[in-house]
């Protein structure tokens, strides 16, 4: 199972994957850590990542960037017409109201939707990972912004689909730099919470995010952010900045060349960067427009001045952030800050003025993302043991469900389901009194936030029928889930049947459009413990006693209700009938939608494969055509003739002059079939050189081989005396044939001159030498008979004297002490002997006497 973590940013992305050693983060093909997020179409494939930051110079209208900043949003959005007046590509407004992205592939125009662009992305990351594990990659975790609606998150997860990935979690960019700071600290506090704010200031966006550790765990206190406060605002000012000072100096105008102004904000990033480490920069661009080189400088004080309306912006997430966590500056012990953007000295010295302490730096500040991303997908695959930590996340928007009565003209009614702050995931339980098929609506409430809208789906419930004609009675399952995509999940029927007869009671009758909110059933995905009350609703044709003012009446419980006289307990049987629930969720793609957007990706893919053969083919044939005209000249000189030699030469200049003109762009076959020709001619001449070079050391094995067994056979060494004369003989004979058949070849061989065809070939050579070795090896390593074993003449034993057996001893014997103590000692060892063997036969209460 793979355990890959993806960052993706808006300018560029990250891909780190864990190890039993740890996390590690991936380098791309060209060896760099971080990939360009660009798509550049090509007239015959597309160019991804690395290739197509390379391409898009050459071709800007073509060459897709910043594509998190179109995905999932209406195209009449404020701020994505502000973006697209930025982009050299061609944006247009669908007929769903979202974007699409015209380009000109394979010789014609055709549309893509920022998902269909994103999956391409994930697709070249997915390969980078695959490249690196040497396996096949499907489950990871993604890292997205804080601020992504419902149907961003969605389109994310089409994407990946697309991209045949399947993500494990969707997780916060703050959520995994928080991951990725606290799962290594040893020294977090058991009892007092240690507060820690994250600034991550990246290319277009900055979030910040205040974060609550204790042994083991995180609790996320606060979410804030500005969508559009980045790193690229300030490559935006300082672009303005030389647009106007090149239209004046230099009377050009870059905004009429989308090449130019393309190579303006490159140049004016890469002085960004140079300002943050100098207190002054050059910028020089040669023929930037009209042949015109230009050249500007500018110092940090006069950068900061031109940037002050974006800096003004910073201070606002920070407040919010604090405000909403509860807590001062002082409660907040360490800043840390992220993201590519935050590297800009007056970020950092506002940021310092705010929370009155300098910000730390104790984490990568590009690849914390990714790597929060792949520990939490350790975390959730079981193919690694990752050391206890709890995540507590929670969700950055109030979401409630809203509804109609029953009753005709009635105000549809609403209740915040998940407040701001949920836990993720969770799940709760609703109940509905319905006689027939009724939608809920889900939506955003008080998000503070204008690009956000406010409906996010629409889910049918029915149809059903309840068995005795009543208002049925149905429990909803709504869920949050790990991605922060809200779903209704199921809708239950619930009927009673009463079976023992129990005593009249005057209940209050229930509303038709009550609503109550239980507690979720277990549920391991649920973090919260909530029973919410709904307000009554005035529905006299019911007869319902229902608050006038719409307030919340807290003696309406949906279990026991108070009566006038006490209910004995009865035995109920509950059916459960499960209801159909049809979704529409507004900007989704549909399933047959998503197929069709699979197969594309494959086919283009596939186009791209085949182009990649083919480019990998054409190189072949050029880089045969340099090397063997260059081995002519040098190498092969002597092994051709000169006749040979100009034609072959000539040949190949035919093909390098094909190569350029008619055969620039041929299919794969055709380079195939061209460098098969050009190696008909070209091997034979290889052959015999290669034959030249290899064929003495295959002549010196063969002359060891038959002087080594010729010496064994004519040696009087003992090792080889068992070996019968006529055996010796037949190695000798079979030595000389090899002898004589080699100086045959050899004479025949140095008759030839170097540019014809060997006679003696380095494989006969070989072939040779194992026959003769395969002869004379078993003769020669016979190993010597195995001497006779003679046998000893029997030994007759000298006679023994004749002992009697012992006479049992009376106890008075015993007792008296060992007879034969005091015997003389010349045959100690027989005696010592056979007096152990006497103590040991003899009975236990004898042992004290014998000692």
């Excluded at 820690?196 to 206190?221: C, N």
């Excluded at 049918?460 to 922060?484: C, M």
């Amino acid at each position: 199972m793979s355990v890959v973590g993806f960052d993706l940013g808006n300018e560029s992305c990250i891909v780190a994957v864990a190890r039993q050693r740890g996390i590690d983060v991936v380098l791309n093909e060209e060896s760099k850590r971080e990939t360009p997020a660009i798509v550049c179409f090509g007239d015959k494939q597309r160019f991804i990542g690395t290739a197509g930051a390379a391409s898009s110079t050459m071709n800007p209208k073509n060459s897709i960037s910043q594509i998190k900043r179109l995905l999932g949003r209406k195209f009449s959005d404020p701020e994505l017409q502000s973006d697209l007046s930025s982009f050299p590509f061609r944006v247009t407004e669908g007929p769903d109201g979202f974007p699409l992205v015209h380009v000109r592939f394979l010789g014609e125009e055709r549309t893509f939707t920022p998902t269909q662009l994103l999956a391409m992305v994930l697709s070249n990351l997915k390969g980078i990972a695959e490249g690196n594990l040497n396996a096949a990659v499907v489950d990871c975790c993604i890292g997205i912004p804080v601020y992504f609606s419902d149907l961003q998150r969605r389109a994310v997860l089409d994407a990946a689909t697309i991209a045949g990935l399947r993500p494990l979690r969707l997780f916060h960019e703050t959520t995994a730099t928080a991951l990725a700071y606290g799962i290594y600290k040893t020294d977090l506090p058991e009892q007092d919470q240690l507060n820690v704010a994250f600034v991550d200031v990246g290319h277009a966006s900055m979030q910040v995010s205040i974060v609550g550790y204790k042994k083991g765990q995180l609790k996320m206190l606060s979410h804030a952010y500005d969508r559009s406060l980045g790193g690229r605002d300030f490559d935006e000012a300082l672009f303005k900045h030389f647009a106007a000072k090149f239209k004046e100096e230099y009377k050009i105008d870059v905004y009429q060349n989308a090449r130019a102004c393309l190579r303006l904000r490159v140049a004016c990033e890469k002085l960004k960067k140079v300002l943050s480490a100098n207190p002054e920069a050059p910028l020089n661009i040669e023929c930037l427009m009209d042949e015109k080189d230009v050249r500007g400088f500018i110092k940090r004080e006069e950068f900061e001045q031109i940037s002050a309306p974006v800096l003004e912006r910073v201070k606002g997430p920070l407040e919010k952030a604090l405000s909403e966590a509860g807590l001062t500056t002082e409660n907040v012990h360490f800043v840390e800050v992220v993201g590519s953007g935050s590297r800009v000295p007056a970020i950092i010295k506002i940021i310092t003025e705010f929370f009155g302490k300098e910000p730390r730096r104790t984490m990568n500040a590009s690849e914390c993302v990714a790597r929060g991303c792949a520990l939490q997908c350790a975390m959730l695959s079981p193919t690694f043991k990752v050391r206890e930590f709890q995540v507590n996340d929670g969700f950055p928007f109030s979401i409630a469900l809203s509804w109609k009565p029953d009753s005709q003209n009635s105000t549809p009614q609403q209740t915040v389901v998940f407040p701001k702050g949920n836990a993720i995931p969770s799940a709760k339980v609703l109940t509905f009194f319905r006689s027939s098929t009724f939608e809920v609506d889900v939506l955003y409430v008080d998000t503070g936030d204008s690009q956000i809208p406010q409906k996010i789906s629409t889910y049918t419930i029915g149809p059903f029928q309840h068995s005795k004609g009543e208002k049925a009675k149905l429990k909803v399952k709504v869920r949050l889930n790990i991605h922060g995509i809200v779903t209704v999940d199921s809708a239950t029927m619930l009927e009673e049947d009463v079976e023992v007869p129990v005593s009249s009671v005057n209940e209050v009758p229930k509303d038709a459009t009550k609503m109550d909110t239980d507690d979720a059933p277990s549920d391991p995905s649920s973090g919260t413990d909530v029973n919410m009350q709904e307000p009554k609703s005035a529905d006299t044709a019911e007869g319902a006693s229902a608050s006038e003012n719409g307030t919340q009446d807290p003696e309406e419980k949906s279990v026991p209700m108070e009566t006038d006289t006490k209910v004995e307990p009865s035995k109920k049987k509950v059916k459960k009938t499960t209801v159909p629930v049809h979704e529409l969720v507004y900007g989704a793609l549909l399933a047959a939608e998503l197929e069709k957007a699979v197969e594309k990706e494959y086919e283009m893919a596939l186009q791209d494969r085949v182009m990649e053969e083919t480019k990998e083919k054409k190189n072949a044939v050029e880089a045969y055509v340099y090397d063997m005209r260059n081995k002519l000249y040098d190498k092969y000189n002597d092994f051709v003739t000169p006749e040979e030699k100009e034609g072959l030469i000539a040949t190949l200049q035919e093909v390098e002059d094909w190569l350029y003109e008619d055969g620039e762009d041929e299919t794969k076959g055709v380079y195939i079939a061209k460098l098969e020709e050009l190696k008909k001619i070209g091997d034979p001449i290889e052959a015999r050189y290669k034959e030249w070079t290899e064929r003495g050391s295959a002549v010196e094995q063969l002359v060891y081989c038959i002087h080594s067994f010729r010496e064994a056979a004519l040696s009087n060494d003992q090792k080889f005396e068992h070996i019968d004369l006529s055996e010796k003989q037949k190695v000798i004979n079979e030595c000389s044939e090899a002898e004589n058949w080699l100086r045959e070849k050899q004479q025949q061989q140095d008759a030839l001159p170097k540019h014809a065809n060997p006679v003696l070939l380095v494989l006969d050579l070989k072939k040779k030498a194992e026959t003769l070795d395969r002869f004379c090896k078993p003769i020669m390593t016979k190993p010597k008979p195995a001497p006779k074993a003679q046998t000893p003449p029997p030994q007759t034993p000298p006679p023994q004297p004749e002992t009697q057996a012992p006479e049992p001893q009376t106890p008075e014997q015993q007792q008296n002490g060992a007879s034969g103590a005091g015997e003389p000692a010349s045959e100690g060892g027989a005696q010592e002997a056979s007096g152990e063997q006497m103590d040991m036969d003899k009975p236990d209460n004898s042992t004290e006497a014998s000692a």
